[in-house]
């Protein structure tokens, strides 16, 4: 659903993703991980198509939906608007669909984003991505500012659409846990490159891995 394949992009002069190379397949969870300034945020633009690459390949098998690093909301909108702006490209504006994805929607569907709290926001960009029925989730940083139970619940709504729609998601995570948790293979990017890769079990216990993404091997 998801095929890299020796990707560049650059800003300027600095090259911000040096021929990156991954896939993702149908119905997979596929964790990518590494610090800030790493890429992440530029791969996840890219393949929204809002950057253009200057060499490599990008190909996408279906809708492509971005959930974008800071939510990247319309404060002043009420949710159920906000979540109709991202029915655009599928056609369908009835938020009823999100409310069924994620019934809390509903209780706060009047309320301006701008006064929802971190998790409620992430919960309205989760549900506007979703009303462009997409066969490919991109998330950048689902936990990024919030807390531990906020950040339990909406993973469990991204692994719950997995499981019962085969929704296929690229998890962008600096949290490692959460993300070895939720998928089961994964992508270490650093300095715009992919340095390390495989099994999220086997990354675990590569001590290069666990020091210096989880504090130590997990056992």
């Known amino acids: 659903m998801i ?40 791969l996840a633009n890219t393949l929204a198509g809002l950057l253009t690459p200057a060499s490599g390949t990008v ?30 490209r599928s056609g369908e504006r009835d938020p009823s669909y999100a409310y069924d994805l994620l019934p809390r929607l509903a209780e706060l569907s009047r309320r301006r984003a701008g006064v929802l709290s971190g998790g409620e926001q992430q919960m309205v960009a989760f549900g506007r991505a979703l009303m462009s029925r997409p066969a490919v989730l991109v998330v950048d940083e689902l ?13 469990g709504h991204l692994a719950g659409l997995n499981r019962e729609r085969g ?12 993300a070895f948790d939720l998928c089961r293979r994964a992508y270490v990017l650093e300095s715009g490159r992919v340095v390390t890769e495989g099994e999220c079990a086997e990354l675990a216990g590569d001590p290069r891995v666990a020091g210096a993404y989880l504090g130590g091997a997990i056992t």
């Open 3 to 42: 095929g890299v394949r020796d990707l560049v992009v650059s800003y300027g002069t600095a090259t911000a993703l040096d021929h990156v190379t991954l896939t993702v397949e149908a119905g997979e969870m596929v964790a990518l991980l590494g610090p800030n300034g790493a890429g992440k945020s530029t």
């Open 59 to 88: 190909e996408i098998g279906g809708r492509l939906a971005l959930i974008p690093e800071g939510r990247q909301l319309f404060p002043d909108m009420s949710v159920a608007d906000n979540l109709a702006l991202g029915g655009w």
């Open 143 to 155: 936990s990024l500012g919030l807390a531990p139970n906020v950040t339990a619940d909406l993973a």
């Open 167 to 178: 929704l296929t998601v690229l998890l962008i995570e600096q949290n490692a846990r959460l």
